[in-house]
């Protein structure tokens, strides 16, 4: 049976795409629990950093199971499958904590969607990635086209969209991609998420936060987030919300 699990360990939390007989494919049920996983995860003090990664040696993930959206009318694979799945990937690309893709296998489609939503990626010395959505007569559409942009040369991104064709580790490296490629990815991804789990959770939440306004990863919900955050450590704000449950006029001191 496809599924996602979440394991635990210190600060370091990961999500692991279980779905080997098909290459962990996403199917629906998968894509739910990896939305459930990022709003528990928010909500953890204890978790500092989160790793992303799949079963087996073979496959990171290989995209969107074609048995779970192939049966789907036009308007519903528009409307629910496409628009369910990016609003997804957002979520876990606007984790609070550092993340981490953990590329033990081939990052096709979907997969290398995922792959991009994680903030750095670790990737196997064998792996590859691909967007062979057109040989299946789709387009990517969990942000292929549009996160992918910002990380990848427009020539080769159009390589893999427009002619079909696979890049090997080495070159996704040089790229800037990945981080590291190793024939152990996930004890690479480990050690890089130890050294993360001992910085300062605060810092790390408001450096990605504004890294991400820069990049214009949902600028707009960030912008009034960081405004928030520094408002709600103000004095006013304590004056503010004191005075309201005392029911008289505040006396705001600026600070």
């Known amino acids: 049976m496809s599924t996602v699990h ?4 210190g600060a370091v939390a ?10 962990n494919a996403l199917d629906v049920p998968m894509l739910r629990l990896i939305d459930q996983y990022c709003t528990d995860l928010d909500l953890r003090e204890d978790v500092r950093v989160v790793l992303v990664t799949g079963t087996g040696l073979k496959a990171f993930c290989t ?32 984790l609070s904590k550092p993340t981490i893709a953990v ?19 670790v990737m196997r010395t064998k792996a590859r990635i691909a967007l062979p959505e057109a040989g299946v007569g789709i387009v990517p559409g969990w942000s292929g086209t549009q996160r992918l942009a910002r990380l990848l040369p427009e020539p080769v991104l ?4 427009l002619f079909g064709r696979q890049i090997g580790a ?13 024939d152990d990815p996930m004890a690479v991804a480990q050690e890089i998420a130890e050294r993360a789990a001992g910085l ?12 991400h306004v820069g990049a214009g990863e949902d600028s707009a919900a960030l912008i009034e987030a960081l405004g928030s955050a520094a408002i709600g450590a103000s004095d006013d704000r304590t004056e503010g919300v004191a005075a309201f449950s005392d029911k008289r006029a505040p006396d705001f001191s600026g600070k």
Do not use: Y
């Not at 979440?6 to 360990?9: F, K, V």
């Not at 192939?70 to 990937?89: C, E, M, N, Q, T």
């Open 6 to 9: 979440l394991e635990i360990n």
């Open 14 to 23: 990961t999500i692991r795409l279980d779905n080997p007989a098909k290459l």
């Open 63 to 94: 995209g969107a199971d074609i048995k779970a959206w192939g049966p789907l009318a036009p308007a519903k694979f528009a409307r629910s499958w496409v628009r369910d799945g990016h609003r997804i990937f957002d979520r876990l690309a606007r």
């Open 103 to 121: 590329l033990n296998g081939h990052a096709f489609g979907g997969g290398l969607e995922l792959a991009a939503a994680c903030d750095i990626r």
């Open 158 to 161: 159009k390589e893999m969209a």
């Open 170 to 182: 080495d070159r996704v490296q040089s790229l800037g991609f990945v981080a590291e490629v190793a």
């Open 200 to 211: 300062s959770p605060r810092a790390t939440e408001i450096a990605k936060n504004m890294i």
